[in-house]
Nanobody
C-alpha cells in the first residue's frame, strides 16, 4: 500500500503563487504517473496536471502557462508550482500516484485564492 502526504496549500491573493508537494511512501517499486487533481464546491474532480515516468507532462487548458508540474524520483515526490493564481483556482487539490501496486490518492489540501 502507498501513502501520500500533501503539503503547501493555503490562502493567497489573486496573482500570487503557491507550491504544492506530495510525497509517496510505502512498498513502492515503480512509480508510473503522478498528477494533481482539484475539486471545487459543486463541481466534479478534474485533472490539473500530470507527469509520466518519462517526465512527459500534460495540463488542463485553464492552467497552461501558469502551473508547472515536476517530480523528484529520488524522493518519490511530485510538485505543483502555481503562479498567477486566480479566484477560480480555488479548490481542494488532490495528489494522485500510480505505482506497480496501487493507484493512490492524497487527503487533499485546500487552496483559496481571494483578496
Amino acid at each position: 500500500q502507498v501513502q501520500l502526504v500533501e503539503s503547501g496549500g493555503g490562502l493567497v491573493q489573486p496573482g500570487g503563487s503557491l507550491r504544492l508537494s506530495c510525497a509517496a511512501s510505502g512498498s513502492i517499486f515503480t512509480i508510473y504517473a503522478m498528477g494533481w487533481y482539484r475539486q471545487a464546491p459543486g463541481k466534479q474532480r478534474e485533472l490539473v496536471a500530470g507527469i509520466t515516468s518519462g517526465r512527459r507532462t500534460n495540463y488542463a487548458d485553464s492552467v497552461k502557462g501558469r502551473f508547472t508540474i515536476s517530480r523528484d524520483n529520488a524522493k518519490n515526490t511530485v510538485y505543483l508550482q502555481m503562479n498567477s493564481l486566480k479566484p477560480e483556482d480555488t479548490a481542494v487539490y488532490y495528489c494522485n500516484v500510480v505505482t506497480n501496486i496501487d493507484n493512490a490518492w492524497g487527503q487533499g489540501t485546500q487552496v483559496t485564492v481571494s483578496s
